[in-house]
């Protein structure tokens, strides 16, 4: 299987695990950026590069978990992995439920390291991929009218025509003609597929009243 | 002196003899307080002065107008000399009266009266004042010096100088026909002998005679009714009695004046002397005895030598006895007291000869110490019963006591009868016991002692183990972080270059500077453990010349990890060119590792932008070094600040309040001080001042 491609954003402070670390990298194939300190990091740092970031917990002035963080808040989403020399469990939990990749302690195998490293960027290519779809969804509903928009939120509820039409103030007839076109517009094949994209694009069904009970 | 014609019976004779010592023993008193004892003394020496007169009128030969015995100018200076200076004008003042009562009863002209009195008084003063510049101590006749003061001064220059005084006197008011050379021979005779009999008399029982006869054994007592018995029989016998004895006869009473001054002392012999004159004079004056056969004048001169030559050899026979007598209980007293000093002393104690080290006595103390009995150490060699546990000690010991005459506080481990090891200090003293040059060896029984030392000294060094232990358990993450590091760095450098070989991509150049890497960190890795095993070591103190400034920064590397993690910003002001000071490296390592880890503790409530350490050196104005360790915690609340050093104090939970009173006890057996301050602004700063100069023991 050939590595997913991917840039890792190495952050430590000690300048010999950066290094080291930074080779080995490299060694496995890996493009690395590599930065001193979180300063220098978040100067240095261009979010448009596929990849991952590998942070150091312990450092002077800001630790990993505030800089991942600060990241989150600026709206920058990437896959983080933690590498910390004090590994207690506190820590560990906190960068976990932070949404870390993983938590490896130093000194660390390279394996778990590659791999770790492996999934933060298939993670973040998925998330890019994610991200790119919802992107794409967003521009063919926008191409929807508002009629078709109403049509589309009642199909994904799955209501059948004629209730849409009696729901709508309009005949099934015409109903059938807005799906037609939506569809064809979301570049759809099938109803279960146009109801994936519609669910990607967060469209949830109009509360109604149920028609049975 | 009186040249009466009047010859009043010597009734009253016997009453001075038995109120002199009892009154005297007030004069005594008079000292410091002339109230109304002052008062009864002038009276008495009044009463005593007049009944002196009257004696002497009766002791007058008839019809020859001068006193054989003249009393009161001997009475006059015995009340001077039992009396302090400042009484003597009062008891001069009193004798006035008295004296012109006794004169004038015999008609003698006014003048002549008074010039008496003049010269009465100044042979009194003469005497008291002499005597008095050469016996410090009081004149109680039971000495050489003594005796001799009073007869060179009271009994000779007094009477002599006065009697030149009253002869020139009569000669000038014209009294009587008397040429003035015979005057004064006549006067000077007749004092010199009352002198002799009255001062040591009075004196000897002044000083507790009364008080002696009480105490006296009945046998002595008895002896003494029987001495002065066989004096009367003989003394009447010869003198009283027919006048055609042998001359020879007139040396009958000497076995008992001698048998006086041997077995009674001053007191007795001068009371045995008191008993032959009066005998003598009183047989001569009535014209019975030996000194009756003569003219009057001749009478009297032969009775006043005869008494003056008996009664000067006693006096000086019974002091030099008494001397002797002192000074052999003074001996002996001595001896006890050492025989008991060393029996019963609380250390041991030992005798040795100085040429062969033989013990020739110990003491209970010292059977005890050493396990050998007296039987068994007595005439063997401390070398031969090896007391020393070496022989250098051994050499020191009898080189210096051979050298200054004694040791002192000499320190020595010394061997019991089991070989087991005693420490004992020595304090010795080179005496001659027999003849023989010895010395006297005090141990003092020092092995409890130094053993208890011993203990408090390594619980001590225990305990700062401990605390150095614990004080590095409480950094175990922070240390274990320094040394993941290094460990990080090599593997992942390692394990790049196993990749690099896996994918055939060999540099040279490459695989120089990843193992170049690989040296560094495995360096810096080896060090971490290296500083941490000098301080987990339990070792002995070593005091060596310390760069502060180096030991200051070794000491934030090591609590590297723990200063980050807790985001604390540390700034050090170390400048270059301190002075070394001598000191142990892991224990000041320990006082600053402990100062570093209270202050991050101190700043865990502290706002992260707020929390600076900061560490300054300096040099200080004696070559001593000055360390400041100063945080921005809460301070030191004032209620803490006196219990901060203070064992088991603590604030924290987890604390055991070791580390800053064990940080004293450090610093303080560097010869150095630690303390605490509150900044002016926010936190705390500890200072530890280290002296140039440290002492050897810890």
Redesign the interface.
Same mark, same amino acid.
């Given at each position: 299987m050939t590595p997913a491609a991917g840039t890792v954003f190495l952050v430590d402070d000690d300048p010999g695990v950066l290094k080291a670390l930074t080779r080995l990298l490299r060694a496995s194939g890996r493009e690395v950026r590599a930065f001193a300190s979180p300063e220098e990091f978040l100067s240095g740092h261009d979010p448009a590069i596929p990849g991952c970031l590998l942070f150091d917990v312990v450092m002077p002035g800001r630790d990993g978990l505030e800089l991942h963080r600060e990241l989150a808040a600026s709206g920058i989403e990437r896959a983080v992995v933690f590498i910390s020399g004090q590994g207690d469990v506190p820590t560990s939990v906190r960068a976990m439920k932070a949404g870390a990749v993983d938590f490896l302690a130093k000194p660390f195998d390279d394996h778990e390291l590659l791999s770790a490293v492996e999934i933060a960027i298939e993670k973040d290519e998925l998330l890019r991929r994610i991200r790119a779809e919802r992107t794409s969804i967003q521009n063919r509903l926008a191409t929807l009218t508002l009629r078709e928009r109403q049509v589309l939120e009642h199909v994904v509820s799955g209501q059948l025509n004629k209730h849409i039409a009696a729901e709508l103030g309009t005949v099934e007839k015409t109903v059938k003609v807005h799906r037609g076109r939506i569809m064809r517009k979301m570049g759809a094949g099938s109803l279960v597929e146009l109801v994936r994209l519609a669910d990607l694009a967060g469209i949830r069904p109009p509360r109604v009243q149920p028609l049975v009970g | 002196m009186p040249q009466g014609t009047q010859s009043s019976p010597p009734s009253d004779f016997s009453k001075v003899r038995t109120t002199s010592p009892s009154g005297l023993t007030i004069l005594r008193r008079v000292a410091g307080k002339p109230g109304s004892d002052g008062w009864r003394a002038a009276l008495l020496v009044a009463v005593a002065y007049y009944l002196g007169a009257k004696v002497g009128f009766a002791f007058t030969f008839q019809p020859h107008p001068i006193s054989t015995l003249w009393l009161p100018n001997s009475l006059l200076l015995a009340a001077l000399v039992l009396t302090p200076t400042s009484s003597w004008l009062l008891l001069l003042a009193a004798a006035l009266p008295a004296h012109l009562a006794a004169e004038l009863q015999s008609g003698v002209p006014l003048t002549m009266v008074l010039g008496w009195f003049a010269s009465n008084c100044t042979e009194a003063l003469i005497g008291a004042a002499c005597i008095r510049r050469f016996c410090a101590a009081p004149l109680r006749f039971d000495s050489f010096r003594h005796v001799g003061a009073f007869l060179v001064f009271g009994a000779f220059l007094g009477p002599l100088l006065s009697s030149f005084l009253d002869a020139a006197l009569v000669t000038a008011v014209g009294w009587g026909q008397e040429a003035y050379w015979p005057l004064v021979r006549q006067r000077f005779l007749s004092n010199v002998l009352a002198a002799l009999i009255v001062v040591p008399f009075v004196l000897t029982w002044a000083a507790g005679g009364v008080a002696a006869v009480r105490r006296a054994s009945p046998q002595r007592a008895a002896e003494a009714v029987l001495l002065f018995s066989c004096l009367l029989a003989v003394g009447i016998a010869i003198f009283d009695r027919d006048r055609s004895i042998l001359p020879a006869l007139l040396y009958a009473p000497l076995p008992f004046l001698l048998w006086a001054a041997v077995r009674l002392g001053p007191r007795g012999s001068s009371s045995a002397v008191v008993t032959l004159v009066v005998l003598a004079i009183w047989g001569a004056t009535h014209g019975e005895g030996p000194f009756s056969t003569s003219s009057v004048a001749e009478n009297a001169r032969s009775v006043q030598l005869f008494l003056i030559a008996v009664s000067v050899p006693v006096l000086l026979l019974a002091a030099a006895l008494e001397e002797r007598l002192k000074a052999r209980e003074a001996l002996q007293m001595s001896e006890q007291r050492f025989a008991t000093a060393f029996r019963s002393s609380p250390d041991p104690m030992m005798i040795v000869r100085l040429s062969d080290g033989v013990i020739l006595d110990a003491n209970a103390r010292w059977e005890a110490m050493f396990g050998y009995s007296l039987e068994e150490a007595v005439g063997r060699s401390t070398a031969d019963l090896a007391l020393y546990a070496n022989q250098a000690d051994h050499r020191t010991v009898f080189d210096r006591i051979g050298k200054y005459g004694g040791i002192r506080d000499f320190e020595v481990e010394m061997r019991d009868r089991d070989g087991s090891a005693r420490q004992a200090v020595l304090a010795a003293e080179t005496v001659e016991v027999g003849g023989i040059a010895c010395f006297i060896g005090t141990l003092h029984d020092v092995t409890a002692q130094r053993r208890a030392e011993r203990e408090a000294k390594e619980q001590s060094r225990q305990l700062t183990h401990l605390t150095r232990v614990a004080l590095l358990g409480q950094l175990s993450?922070?240390l *274990?972080?320094?040394l993941?590091?290094?460990?990080?760095?090599?593997?992942?450098?390692a394990?790049?270059?196993?990749?690099?070989l896996a994918?055939g991509r060999v540099d040279p150049a490459e695989f120089r500077d990843?193992l170049a890497?690989i040296v560094?960190?495995d360096k810096?890795a080896g060090e971490v453990i290296h500083r941490l095993r000098a301080l987990f070591r339990q070792g002995e103190t070593q005091f060596q010349p310390l760069d502060t400034n180096d030991l200051v920064r070794d000491t934030l590397d090591l609590a590297h990890?723990d200063l980050? *993690?807790r985001?604390i910003?540390v700034t050090t002001e170390l400048p270059p060119g301190l002075p070394a000071v001598r000191a142990d490296r892991i224990q000041i390592q320990q006082v600053l590792l402990n100062l570093f880890v209270n202050a991050t503790e101190a700043m865990s409530q502290t706002a992260a932008r707020e929390r600076k350490l900061t560490i300054r050196t300096q040099a200080l104005r004696d070559g001593g070094v000055a360390v400041s360790v100063a945080d921005c915690g809460p301070g030191i609340p004032d209620t803490r600040e006196s219990r901060l050093f203070e064992p088991f104090f603590t604030t924290k939970p987890q604390g055991l309040g070791l580390g800053l009173s064990i940080s004293r006890a450090i610093v303080t057996a560097h010869g150095g001080r630690l303390w605490a301050t509150n900044n002016s602004g926010l936190g705390a700063t500890f200072h530890i001042e280290l002296p140039q100069r440290v002492g050897a023991s810890s």
């Open positions: - | 993450g922070a *274990a972080h320094e993941y590091q290094p460990l990080t760095a090599i593997l992942s450098n394990q790049a270059a196993q990749r690099f994918s990843i890497d560094a960190e810096r990890g980050i *993690a985001d910003d």
